[in-house]
Protein backbone atom coordinates (compact mmCIF):
# COMPACT_ATOMS: atom_id res chain seq x y z
CA UNK A 1 0.00 0.00 0.00
CA UNK A 2 1.12 3.46 -0.84
CA UNK A 3 1.67 6.75 1.43
CA UNK A 4 -0.98 8.26 -0.18
CA UNK A 5 -4.03 5.03 -0.19
CA UNK A 6 -3.20 4.61 3.85
CA UNK A 7 -3.85 8.32 4.34
CA UNK A 8 -6.94 8.20 1.93
CA UNK A 9 -8.06 5.34 4.31
CA UNK A 10 -7.29 7.30 7.45
CA UNK A 11 -9.49 10.05 6.26
CA UNK A 12 -12.45 8.07 4.88
CA UNK A 13 -12.60 6.18 8.86
CA UNK A 14 -12.12 9.47 10.66
CA UNK A 15 -14.56 10.93 8.23
CA UNK A 16 -17.17 8.07 8.66
CA UNK A 17 -16.66 8.73 12.71
CA UNK A 18 -17.41 12.47 12.36
CA UNK A 19 -20.50 11.49 10.26
CA UNK A 20 -21.57 8.81 13.30
CA UNK A 21 -21.05 11.00 15.99
CA UNK A 22 -23.39 14.27 14.34
CA UNK A 23 -25.57 12.40 12.97
CA UNK A 24 -28.34 14.61 14.98
CA UNK A 25 -31.13 16.71 13.09
CA UNK A 26 -30.91 20.15 13.32
CA UNK A 27 -33.23 22.83 11.90
CA UNK A 28 -31.36 25.08 9.73
CA UNK A 29 -32.92 28.25 9.06
CA UNK A 30 -31.90 31.44 5.77
CA UNK A 31 -34.20 33.66 5.36
CA UNK A 32 -37.93 32.85 5.00
CA UNK A 33 -36.80 29.13 4.59
CA UNK A 34 -36.16 26.53 6.65
CA UNK A 35 -35.54 22.60 6.75
CA UNK A 36 -34.00 20.30 9.21
CA UNK A 37 -31.34 17.90 8.25
CA UNK A 38 -28.61 16.13 10.16
CA UNK A 39 -26.12 18.32 11.46
CA UNK A 40 -23.02 16.51 9.73
CA UNK A 41 -24.56 17.06 6.49
CA UNK A 42 -24.77 21.13 7.09
CA UNK A 43 -21.26 20.78 8.29
CA UNK A 44 -20.20 19.40 5.34
CA UNK A 45 -21.99 20.99 2.79
CA UNK A 46 -20.51 24.39 4.53
CA UNK A 47 -17.56 22.76 4.45
CA UNK A 48 -17.77 22.60 0.62
CA UNK A 49 -19.09 25.56 -0.05
CA UNK A 50 -16.03 27.67 1.75
CA UNK A 51 -13.70 24.76 -0.04
CA UNK A 52 -15.19 26.34 -3.33
CA UNK A 53 -15.27 30.23 -2.49
CA UNK A 54 -11.93 30.21 -1.62
CA UNK A 55 -10.97 28.42 -5.08
CA UNK A 56 -12.97 30.34 -6.48
CA UNK A 57 -11.45 33.38 -5.41
CA UNK A 58 -8.02 32.13 -5.96
CA UNK A 59 -8.98 30.81 -9.50
CA UNK A 60 -10.21 34.76 -9.90
CA UNK A 61 -7.23 36.30 -8.86
CA UNK A 62 -4.87 34.03 -10.68
CA UNK A 63 -6.37 34.32 -13.70
CA UNK A 64 -5.35 38.55 -14.67
CA UNK A 65 -1.95 37.52 -13.79
CA UNK A 66 -1.67 34.64 -16.15
CA UNK A 67 -2.67 37.19 -18.86
CA UNK A 68 0.21 39.70 -18.05
CA UNK A 69 2.96 36.60 -18.75
CA UNK A 70 1.46 35.42 -21.55
CA UNK A 71 1.47 39.19 -22.90
CA UNK A 72 5.13 39.80 -22.57
CA UNK A 73 6.21 36.52 -24.09
Same mark, same amino acid.
Given at each position: MTPKRISLIIIAIVFAVFILQNAQVVEVR???????? %?? *???LLVTFFLGLLSGWLSG???????????? %?? *?
Open positions: FLFWGTEA %SR *AIVWKQKKPAEKKTT %SK *A
